[in-house]
């Protein structure tokens, strides 16, 4: 432990207490990452073995998905002991020399932390179930049933079904806005939130850098129990929950999403502040009401530091007019907040296969559009072999672990395609993955896209981030500034990003045909190092199909 915290404290590391302002994350899936003792199984070793990977891609940090203990029913998300490492993904020994490491390579470490909801076994739910008179009886949230036996309200699972769950302990209902083994903790509760903010000192004391906040806007719920309202189904939409989930058919004013998470959140600031240079980003799910929950969270430098929004990851293609209307949205609801932009994570289907197919380029349109999304305001996360252009893994159903795929196969098949093992070797048995069976297949097809074969390949993806977070860390003004909005048409999004005396002009071309953009007949001067040829005249630029353009007005 001392050994993290000393790396910690390194000064180098603590000069910038911004810096996860316009910080690129890279997102490790731990199970799927580096297996190092052959169980088919990533885990922290592993993950230490290619820390210089991700150093050398450019990122400025690792945001970790969940280690903890579990029994796994939902691959972590369902945390059994908050304060250890499960042994399946190593021992907190492991944790702290994967923290050294990183900040020895200037890296920041920020870690998953699960706090609406624990596992069924967790030790605190085992008492709170016990009685109803129990020291930790009000630690969730219970309810009775309804005369007629049925649950309290009409509240929905993400996974399907009821959110409620009969206990015949207590014979009460408790609430689970996940899998039915992932009860929900009762944040009215001044007690629940002391033990969260002790596990919360836990991690900090041993030298992370930061948190990413999962479903942060469930912590809260209506104590009042209404039932949610109906929603028409012209505002329905797949952000949150996919099309084929009830879900989505009601409007979820009472069960998330409540204005009393705001004390919490400024507790939760509180102690972040004591401990310099830490962050955190919080992950909203609202389909409703995303942007005002995240102007709310982020607002005042008094909660969270930066929101992760679905804006982008939802099925929805990305094109220029979505882009500047989210940017433009954000920046007139959450003037002084920050967001955290992504195209992909462990929970959505891979940005190759939801936007890039049928594109007469794929690779040339996966370039231009991740330079766009590291070109906005804002952080990025990039989900582990994104940068290799990965596309969706088809599984068979024997071979699905995830339990929402389970359910609602085959119209929706889960979150499976999305996790399957990273690909470091196209010659090696799984990738180079492991020498034993993976917990999710290697798809066959990824082998050809594994990091030896595009590593030094001027033309491949790999290579393009590396160069594009060069270019980006040269520019300050990419990562920090301000964002203003130019005028342009089709397919192409044009902005300048300002910050101090620094002002870059971005311009994007979606589109498979060439296409220009008029930039007000001044004298443009190209930026080098990018990799993209769009050319410039006098007030105006041209772009290829997928190009783009860099420079400064004069």
């Known amino acids: 432990m001392q050994s993290a915290l ?8 603590a000069i910038d207490r911004d810096w996860w302002r316009g910080a690129v994350i890279y997102q490790i899936y731990p199970r799927s990452y580096q297996d190092s003792n052959g169980d088919g199984i990533g885990d922290l070793k592993g993950i230490i073995g290619r820390l210089p990977y991700i150093a050398a891609l450019g990122a400025d940090a690792i945001w970790i998905s969940p280690f903890f203990k579990s029994p796994m029913k939902d691959f972590g998300y369902d945390v059994s002991d908050y304060c250890d490492v499960d042994p399946m993904f190593g021992t907190l020994a492991d944790f702290d020399a994967l923290t050294a490491e990183a900040h020895r390579l200037g890296l920041k470490v920020m870690i998953d932390e699960v706090l609406s909801h624990t596992a069924d076994i967790h030790p605190w739910f085992k008492e709170s179930r016990s009685s109803r008179s129990n020291p930790k009886a009000d630690w969730y949230v219970w309810a009775d049933a309804r005369p007629d036996g049925t649950p309290p309200n009409n509240w929905l699972s993400i996974f399907g079904g009821s959110a409620w769950q009969w206990d015949t302990s207590r014979q009460q209902y408790y609430l689970h806005n996940f899998l039915a083994e992932q009860p929900d903790l009762n944040f009215h509760n001044r007690e629940v939130q002391d033990a969260l903010l002790d596990v919360t000192r836990f991690w900090l004391e041993r030298g992370v850098d930061g948190f990413r906040l999962d479903t942060i806007n469930f912590y809260f719920h209506s104590q009042g129990l209404e039932n ?3 929603l028409p189904p012209e505002e329905r939409n797949d952000q949150t929950a996919p099309a084929v989930n009830p879900y989505n058919y009601q409007d979820h004013l009472y069960d998330k999403s409540r204005p009393e998470n705001l004390g919490f959140l400024e507790r939760f600031r509180a102690l972040l502040d004591e401990y310099p240079a830490t962050a955190a980003v919080g992950e909203v799910g609202d389909s409703q009401r995303g942007l005002e929950v995240v102007a709310a969270y982020t607002a005042g430098g008094k909660r969270v530091h930066m929101c992760y929004s679905f804006d982008f990851l939802a099925p929805e293609k990305i094109s220029a007019a979505k882009v500047r209307s ?31 197919t049928g594109e007469a380029d794929p690779v040339a349109y996966l370039k231009v559009i991740s330079a766009l999304l590291m070109s906005l305001r804002g952080s990025v996360c990039i989900y582990q072999g994104e940068e290799l252009g990965l596309g969706e893994a088809e599984l068979r159903f024997e071979d699905l672990q995830d339990p929402y795929g389970i359910r609602f196969w085959p119209e929706f098949k889960g979150r499976d395609g999305c996790r399957t093992p990273m690909v470091w070797d196209g010659g090696a048995k799984n990738g180079g993955f492991s020498q034993a069976k993976p917990w999710l297949p290697v798809p066959a097809k990824h082998l050809a896209q594994a990091v030896n074969v595009q590593h030094g390949d001027q033309a491949s993806l790999l290579e393009h981030y590396r160069r594009f977070l060069t270019f980006r860390r040269a520019h300050p003004a990419l990562a920090k500034g301000d964002i203003t909005f130019i005028e342009s048409e089709g397919d192409t999004v044009a902005f300048t990003r300002r910050a101090g005396n620094e002002q870059v002009v971005c311009v994007f071309n979606l589109g498979a045909k060439p296409a220009k953009v008029d930039l007000g007949g001044r004298s443009l001067q190209p930026l080098p190092g990018h990799g993209f040829s769009g050319q410039a005249s006098t007030g105006s630029v041209e772009l290829g199909g997928y190009g783009a353009w860099f420079g400064r007005i004069d």
């Open 326 to 356: 989210v940017l433009e949205a954000f920046g007139k609801v959450a003037s002084d907040g920050w967001s955290c932009w992504a195209f992909s994570n462990h929970d959505v289907m891979r940005p190759a296969s939801r936007w890039a």
């Open 6 to 13: 000393k790396a910690s404290s390194n000064p180098d590391l």
């Open 228 to 230: 949610n309202p109906p």
